[in-house]
């Protein structure tokens, strides 16, 4: 079964720091781009980043809300994803979700044509900011 | 950045009804569009990519259409398992954003 398993959530004071793991399972994890996904208390959701898969250049990518603050890792031997996240806010406060994202493809006249999107979730890890 | 705007932002509607939601982008996205369904209390679920692309094991009672600005999400006969709130997102230019969402609820 394939599966992300987020950790690492609490409660932390502004200003402080914290971070995030997500463990996958019953896929090559070093195989896709890991993201990250947010969601405040009764809101919607928020992108937050992802990085790439070391085929692909494994670099990252952010939200402008968290780029400078938060720093996505991965250790593909382990396939765990990390976020790491300094100078806490508490607008940070939120459930964070971890995401495989993937490319999925659709023919057209023989072109292939490739579509990102978050395909599998983890349950979500709840990050408090007071 | 990219706004993208759901309409309705919540609808009530019963068991075998036809529902339509719809997705708006402040710009062109060509067809760099999903949509997520998320029960209460759980994470979302990725339903269709391309506009209208059906994710596998989706139910087919889920269609999606649109290209451009103009997006919908349509659930042809509502079933229980299907009250939630569904989200867009584009993936055509980053940041990805999303909609602010769509909550279906029983009448």
């Known amino acids: 079964e394939v599966q992300l398993v987020e950790s690492g959530g609490g409660l932390v004071q502004p200003g402080r720091s914290l971070r995030l793991s997500c463990t996958g399972s019953?896929?090559?994890?070093?195989?896709?781009?890991m993201g990250w996904v947010r969601q405040a208390p009764g809101k919607g959701l928020e992108w937050v980043g992802f990085?790439?898969?070391?085929?692909?250049?494994?670099?990252?990518e952010y939200a402008a809300s968290v780029k400078g603050r938060f720093t996505i890792s991965r250790d593909d031997s382990k396939s765990i994803a990390y976020l790491q996240m300094s100078s806490l806010k508490t607008e940070d406060t939120a459930v964070y979700y971890c995401?495989?994202?993937?490319?999925?493809?659709?023919?057209?006249?023989?072109?292939?044509?490739?579509?990102?999107?978050?395909?599998?979730w983890g349950q979500g890890t709840t990050v408090t900011v007071s | 950045d990219i706004q993208m705007t759901q309409s309705p932002s919540s609808l009530s509607a019963f068991v075998g009804d036809r529902v339509t939601i719809t997705c708006r982008a402040s710009?062109?996205?060509?067809?760099?569009l999903n949509w997520y369904q998320q029960k209460p209390g759980k994470a979302p679920k990725f339903l269709i990519y391309?506009?209208?692309s059906l994710q596998v094991g989706v139910s087919s009672r889920f269609s999606g259409s649109g290209s451009g600005t103009d997006f919908t999400l349509t659930i042809s006969s509502l079933q229980p398992e299907d009250f939630a709130t569904y989200f867009c997102?584009?993936?055509?230019?980053?940041?990805?954003?999303f909609g602010q969402g769509t909550k279906v609820e029983i009448k």
């Open positions: 997102q584009q993936s055509y230019r980053i940041p990805w954003t």
């Open positions: 019953g896929f090559t994890f070093g195989d896709y781009a």
């Open positions: 710009q062109s996205i060509s067809n760099y």
């Open positions: 990085i790439r898969s070391k085929h692909t250049g494994g670099t990252t």
């Open positions: 995401t495989r994202d993937d490319d999925h493809i659709v023919v057209m006249d023989t072109i292939y044509y490739y579509y990102y999107g978050m395909d599998v």
């Open positions: 391309a506009a209208s």
